[in-house]
C-alpha cells in the first residue's frame, strides 16, 4: 500500500478543518437569534437583581435538554447496534442487492462511528425541543397537592395541575420517538440485508422480524399509558356552558378509552407472540382492531 505524504496528509487536515470551520460558521449564524434572546434576558433579569431566577431558569432548561437527549440517544443507539449485529452480510446477486452491497463498503470499519452519529442527530431534535417545556418541568418538578380531590376521579386536584400536562408530555414524546426508531431500524435492517423487497421467498429474517416486533410491542404499551392519562384530561376539558368531564366524556368517550386501554394491551401481547410466528397476520389484526375501536 502506498504511503501518504506529509503534504497530501496536511492538505486533508486542511480541508477537515475548513469542513469544521464552515459548519461552525453556519450553526452560529442560525443561533444568531437565540443568542440575542439569551443575553437580553440576562440582562433584564441582572437589572433587577433576580439573576439567581436566571440562573434557575438556565439550569432546568439545560438540565432537560441533556436528560432528554441522553434518553432519546440510548434508545436510538442500543437498537441501531443491536440492528447491525443481527444482520447478515449478503453478497451482490441482483440490482438491489449490489445497492446494499455498495452500502456496506462504503461503511465497513466505520459501522460504530455512523451509527452514533445517526443516534445522536435524531436524539438532538426533541432533546433541544424539550428545552422549551420548562415550565412544564418546573411545574412537576414543585408541584404539590390542593387536599381537594376531583369528584370523578377521586384524584387530588394538583395531579392535573402540575402532574398530567408533564406526564402526558413525555408519553407523547416517547411513543413519537419509538416511531423514528422503527423506521430507522428497519431501514437498517434493509440496508443490510434482512429485509430484501424484491425477494420471492422470506422478505424478512428472522431476527429482524423480532426485532422490529417488540418495537411495536413497547409502542403499543406506551399508547395504553396514553389512553389512561387521557382519561384525566377529560378533567379538562373547556366547554362553552362549563369546564370539566360531561355526560357525554363520562359515560362515552371514558368508557371508550378504557376499551382502548385493553386494546392496546392486546395488540402488544399479539406482536410479542409474533415474534414466533411467520407472517404478520397477527399484527394487521391487531393494527385494524386498534383503528376501528379508535374511530
Known amino acids: ?34 443568542i440575542a434572546t439569551f443575553w437580553t434576558d440576562y440582562l433584564w433579569f441582572d437589572d433587577l437583581d433576580l439573576s439567581s431566577i436566571w440562573t434557575s431558569l438556565l439550569s432546568a432548561k439545560v438540565s432537560l435538554a441533556v436528560i432528554a437527549t441522553i434518553i432519546f440517544f440510548l ?26 452491497e455498495r ?16 443516534a445522536l442527530g435524531v436524539a438532538l431534535v426533541p432533546g433541544m425541543g424539550a428545552a422549551s417545556e420548562w415550565r412544564t418541568w418546573l ?6 397537592s390542593f387536599g381537594v ?15 398530567l400536562p408533564f406526564l402526558s408530555l413525555v408519553v407523547d414524546w416517547l411513543f413519537g420517538f419509538l416511531l423514528v426508531t422503527v423506521l430507522l431500524v428497519a431501514a437498517l435492517y434493509y440496508l443490510n440485508g434482512s429485509i430484501r423487497v424484491q425477494a420471492r421467498g422470506e422478505r424478512m429474517a428472522g431476527s429482524a422480524k423480532a426485532h422490529i416486533s417488540v ?8 399508547k395504553a399509558v396514553d389512553y389512561w392519562l387521557q382519561r384525566f384530561e ?25 376499551l382502548l386501554i385493553l386494546v392496546s394491551l392486546f395488540a402488544a401481547g399479539l406482536f410479542v407472540v409474533n415474534i414466533r410466528r411467520r407472517g404478520w397476520v397477527l399484527p394487521v389484526i391487531a393494527i385494524a382492531l386498534w383503528v376501528i375501536t379508535s374511530v
Open 215 to 222: 418495537l411495536l410491542a413497547l409502542m403499543a404499551l406506551v
Open 1 to 34: 500500500m502506498p504511503r501518504r505524504t506529509k503534504s497530501e496528509g496536511g492538505a486533508r487536515r486542511g480541508r477537515v478543518a475548513a469542513i469544521v470551520a464552515i459548519v461552525i460558521l453556519v450553526g452560529l449564524a442560525f443561533s444568531l437569534r437565540a
Open 234 to 258: 377529560l378533567a379538562l376539558q373547556q366547554r362553552d356552558a362549563f369546564d370539566g368531564a360531561g355526560y357525554t366524556a363520562v359515560n362515552a368517550t371514558l368508557p371508550a378509552l378504557q
Open 75 to 100: 434508545i436510538a443507539w442500543v437498537n441501531l447496534t443491536v440492528a447491525d449485529r443481527l444482520s447478515p452480510t449478503i453478497g451482490a446477486l441482483s440490482i438491489e442487492d449490489e445497492v446494499l
Open 149 to 163: 380531590d376531583d369528584p370523578q376521579f377521586g384524584t387530588d386536584i394538583g395531579f392535573f395541575v402540575f402532574k
Open 103 to 118: 452500502y456496506q463498503s462504503m461503511v465497513a470499519g466505520r459501522q460504530r462511528l455512523v451509527l452514533f452519529i445517526v
Open 139 to 144: 411545574l412537576f418538578r414543585f408541584g404539590g
